[in-house]
């Protein structure tokens, strides 16, 4: 790799404290040759080579594990002041390239930047995540630590048995006080741990009003669900398909636990065609499995629904990893598919998600055209 | 004048073709699977496929671009299998594996040997193979050498349930007095790079393919039969291969079928 710099690039590098990028591992080859790693089988992986031969490349970089400015390395000797032309242009290709990073730099960006090649900043997407329970505020949390711009979550739900939510819950005791909000509850939590803008709606998850403000004014749309029952769901569907909004469906049941698919309308299967295919490959305890749904629906299954806090972890990380990565403008890895993880069976399966040609619910949405017109 | 761009408004762009709904047929049939398709509880399978296959800016499966990714692999299948020169061959016995295009007396031959070498055509037996029954030996043309390999002689049964499978035409193919051509799909080899939008891919050569011989040959398509049938004699398994469309060429002297 030949290092060339721009005057440009140049002239950004004069005073500025430079350390190299955290997430990368440099195996020095010799003082004009690096191997650059972030694991040990990273596709990101590549080679570095001053063709040059000034020997800057290797001293600078083993200088640079904590933040200096170039004068400090040339004051302390570890570059002399007649290979300063040298050094600049090194750490402008080395910024470009994102193997140094200037002091200060949100390095979670960083990563999403130079590891995934992400395109959009995190920092200007608006999300919604419906359900502030268990599931809920663990995904909300994460979205937050990802560095999501704003974030606005909706519950109706309260506190009821404070004892039973301190344990399931990953937010402060002292908030959880019977006959608080979940939602403003999780707020209140996510505004002491990041910069974004975090606002709380008190609607059921089903009200279909509250979930079209919410989708009109989010980017993307979690639904997170302890209790995975069909109206709620397809209550966003018919939103989402409403008004184009992509949502990411997540939800638990008792020791199952479910992530995606990520629902585009008009692109990817719809909520309803997901659940045709669920059902359908419930083969075995079919029977048993839709007497229970239809219990679920009523709303009379007499008890909590409770998931190890171990398991809502997994789930919502996985979640918002998924949705982290379709953010940022990458790929959407829970398009047309579920990730299913059984907990009780120690099992993960995959469920793809294919479109079906009339589906009641996404079909009458797409232009038809008489075929013999 | 009028604003809509058509002078009458009450002429029809259509006439009806779907009978009123009170209208139900029990006996299922392509027919009404077209008329009750909006009910349908069981979507037909070339909607479900055709819809699924659809290209999506945020898959996660990669799509190439192009087919670059498929001539690499193309040029490694064809500079590597049934890589033999003559010297590999038993004189008194070669033929029990291999004809050579010469030996095969055909209309078709001249155009089977530029399917084999020509760039164009040739490129296109990477999707599509194509099976040639003579007599009833069963060749295989191979891309870019200029032998047909034996793949099996068809004994009276064999050939009685090829004709068979072509039981619904009016007039069977004559296989005595012609030479009879297989468009064969091999479709992992274009879907294991662009899955199931590869198996349009390969249609689509096919279609070429038989749009070429068509052009230079004189030659009757035949487009429907019984496939598992036809699968069977060939001895494909009709999901990696499967007979996609039929040729048959009249020997000289012999007449075109209708």
Avoid at chain 1, 126 to 155: C, F, K, N, P, T
Avoid at chain 2, 77 to 95: K, N, Q, T
Avoid at chain 2, 190 to 200: E, P, V
Wanted: glycine share 6%.
């Amino acid at each position: 790799m030949n290092i060339k710099p721009s005057a440009d690039q140049v002239q950004s590098v004069q005073e500025e404290k430079y350390l190299v990028n955290p997430h990368l591992r440099i195996v020095y080859i010799s003082d004009d040759e690096i191997a650059v790693k972030h694991s040990g089988r990273s596709p990101s992986s590549r080679a570095v080579r001053d063709e040059g031969g000034t020997k800057v490349l290797g001293s600078v970089l083993r200088a640079l594990t904590v933040p200096r400015a170039l004068s400090e390395l040339i004051h302390s000797g570890v570059v002399s002041e007649s290979k300063r032309a040298d050094l600049e242009g090194l750490v402008a290709y080395l910024l470009e390239e994102q193997i140094l990073l200037k002091e200060g730099q949100d390095v979670v960006e960083v990563y999403l930047r130079s590891i995934l090649g992400g395109k959009q900043a995190l920092s200007a997407v608006r999300v919604a995540v419906v359900g502030s329970g268990h599931l809920g505020s663990r995904i909300a949390e994460q979205l937050i630590r990802l560095g999501i711009g704003a974030l606005e979550v909706m519950d109706d739900r309260r506190v009821k048995r404070s004892e039973i939510d301190a344990r399931y819950f990953t937010l402060p005791r002292a908030l959880l006080q019977p006959g608080s909000s979940y939602a403003e509850n999780l707020a209140t939590h996510l505004r002491t741990i990041g910069t974004a803008e975090v606002g709380a709606r008190l609607n059921a998850v089903h009200d279909k009003e509250a979930l079209r403000q919410l989708c009109a004014s989010s980017d993307c749309v979690v639904f997170a669900s302890e209790h995975p029952g069909s109206v709620a769901f397809h209550a966003m569907n018919e939103v989402a398909l409403e008004l184009g909004t992509p949502w990411l469906a997540v939800s638990m049941d008792g020791s199952e636990a479910t992530i995606g698919p990520l629902f585009l309308p008009g692109q990817s299967a719809c909520y309803n065609e997901y659940e045709v295919q669920a059902e359908s490959s419930c083969w075995g305890v079919k029977d048993e499995y839709l007497t229970y749904r239809e219990a679920m629906a009523r709303g009379d299954l007499g008890s909590e629904h409770l998931s190890l806090p171990s398991y809502s972890d997994i789930a919502a990380g996985l979640a918002a990893t998924a949705l982290m990565r379709f953010l940022i403008g990458g790929k959407a890895i829970l398009l047309g598919r579920s990730i299913r993880y059984d907990f009780e069976r120690l099992s993960v399966d995959t469920e793809e998600v294919l479109r079906l040609p009339r589906c009641p619910a996404c079909a009458p949405l797409r232009a038809y055209r008489h075929s013999y017109l | 004048m009028p604003e809509i761009g058509i002078y009458d408004s009450s002429l029809r762009l259509e006439e009806t073709v779907i009978p009123s709904p009170n209208s139900v047929d029990l006996a299922r049939s392509i027919g009404t699977d077209y008329v009750n398709r909006f009910s349908n509880s069981t979507p037909n399978v070339a909607e479900i496929f055709h819809l699924n296959s659809k290209v999506l800016r945020r898959s996660p499966i990669e799509v190439p671009p192009d087919r670059e990714v498929l001539y690499q692999a193309r040029d490694w299948f064809y500079r590597e299998s049934y890589g033999l020169s003559e010297e590999d061959f038993v004189p008194e016995h070669a033929d029990k594996v291999r004809i050579l295009y010469q030996q095969l007396e055909s209309p078709a031959a001249g155009f089977l040997h530029e399917c084999a070498f020509e760039p164009r055509l040739s490129g296109l037996l990477h999707s599509v193979n194509i099976f040639v029954l003579k007599g009833n030996t069963l060749l295989k043309v191979l891309p870019r050498r200029d032998f047909l390999w034996v793949e099996r002689n068809l004994d009276a049964e064999l050939m009685q349930r090829l004709s068979g499978a072509f039981d619904q035409h009016s007039s069977r193919p004559d296989f005595a007095s012609s030479t009879t051509v297989f468009l064969v799909g091999s479709f992992w080899r274009y879907m294991k790079f662009f899955g199931a939008r590869g198996y349009r891919m390969v249609l689509m050569d096919c279609g070429e393919l038989a749009h070429e011989f068509e052009a230079r040959v004189n030659a009757v398509r035949y487009e429907n039969f019984f496939d598992a049938e036809v699968d069977e004699v060939l001895l494909l398994d009709g999901v990696e291969h499967s007979v996609l469309m039929a040729l048959v060429i009249p020997n000289k002297g012999a007449e075109v079928m209708p």
